[in-house]
């Protein structure tokens, strides 16, 4: 499938801020699942995009505004051919025990940050109905069974650091409260799992709309790495954009930054996928460009505040006309 991706964020401040950072981790990958083919990247106000790769081979594109702004908006458009090669749950036949894993992949069975191991995640776990003898694609689709059963998909419910015990207690959350949990029920049966953060392309037909979007991949010895999604309690397909891998959410958010300034930030974010026509295209083609929006050496006033003097002046002088008409009578009156 090729699909074309287009990821916007506007961020807006209530008052003007100067020094932001940002950090965006928006740039499918190229996997043995995915061929990257096109990426642009537009940031405004202008200034110098970098970029590096992390630890787990993330494109992460940074910059810095140094002078005053009270607005930043991203745009983010790829071009990308899925072609999925992992197997499916049923062809993942690898027994129990499972062997120790090695050394670079003991960070995937870490309980760490947003995955919680306690007491709620130990009891949730005991009552997924697998086999003591079920080969590693069977025990991870009946966890997924065991979350699907039990809690429900629902927005503004949990928050983006809410942990899996947070999610237990309130029976329901969003996709990346279902791919923390998933992690944690893995973790626990020493299954090295990863999270996986990424796009899904929704036909127009499913009534949906594309949406960032997250799942994991858990290692079998056999097979190598394995996605599957727990949201949806499903194999992934061909619809599936992978972005970026980490332990867990805080390893791969979209954005994150800091600024100096004392405003109320607000974050808007919207994902738009299409189907495309194949294109013949032989090497990545990757352009950064910018996006014109003001940037200030000083504090501008805003209307606002301009409406709020122009009245403040008008009032001044009222007061003064009225003083001296004032003054005026009583001189009138002493005559």
């Known amino acids: 499938m090729y699909l074309e991706i287009e990821h916007t964020l506007s961020l807006g401040y209530d008052a003007y801020i100067r020094e932001s950072f940002l950090e965006l981790r928006m740039q499918p990958k190229s996997t043995a699942d995915q061929t990257l083919q096109s990426f642009v990247l537009a940031v405004g106000p202008p200034t110098r995009i970098a970029r590096y790769r992390d630890w787990n081979g993330n494109a992460v594109h940074h ?14 458009r790829s071009a990308v051919r899925t072609h999925p090669a992992r197997p499916g749950l049923a062809a993942v036949s690898d027994a129990r025990p499972f062997p120790e894993p090695p050394y670079p992949l003991l960070d995937f069975l870490a309980f760490d940050g947003p995955v919680r191991s306690s007491a709620a995640l130990r009891m949730f776990s005991q009552a997924v109905a697998a086999s003591p003898s079920a080969p590693l694609g069977e025990l991870v689709a009946a966890c997924g069974r065991h979350i699907r059963e039990h809690l429900t998909y629902r927005k503004n419910v949990t928050r983006y650091d809410s942990t899996t015990d947070d999610f237990l207690d309130a029976g329901a959350g969003v996709c990346q409260d279902f791919t923390h949990l998933m992690l944690g029920l893995l973790r626990l049966r020493r299954i090295p799992c990863r ?72 974050l808007r974010s919207e994902v738009r996928t299409q189907e495309s026509s194949p294109k013949d295209i ?14 200030y050496q000083e504090v501008p006033e805003r209307r606002g505040d301009r409406l709020r003097r122009a009245a403040e002046e008008i009032a001044a002088r009222e007061r003064e006309q009225d003083q001296q008409q004032e003054q005026q009578q009583r001189g009138r009156s002493g005559r």
């Open 282 to 295: 032989s090497a990545l083609h990757e352009e950064m460009e910018q996006i014109d929006l003001p940037v």
């Open 63 to 76: 910059f810095t505004i140094v002078h005053f702004h009270d607005r930043i908006e991203v745009v983010a």
């Open 195 to 266: 999270y996986v953060s990424g796009y899904l392309h929704v036909g127009p037909h499913e009534g949906e709309a594309a949406q960032s979007h997250a799942w994991i991949e858990f290692h079998a010895p056999s097979a190598g790495w394995v996605p599957f999604d727990p949201t949806h309690d499903r194999e992934v397909d061909e619809r599936y954009v992978v972005v970026g891998h980490g332990r867990h959410y805080d390893d791969v958010p979209p954005n994150k930054g800091i600024y100096r300034g004392n405003a109320r930030e607000v």
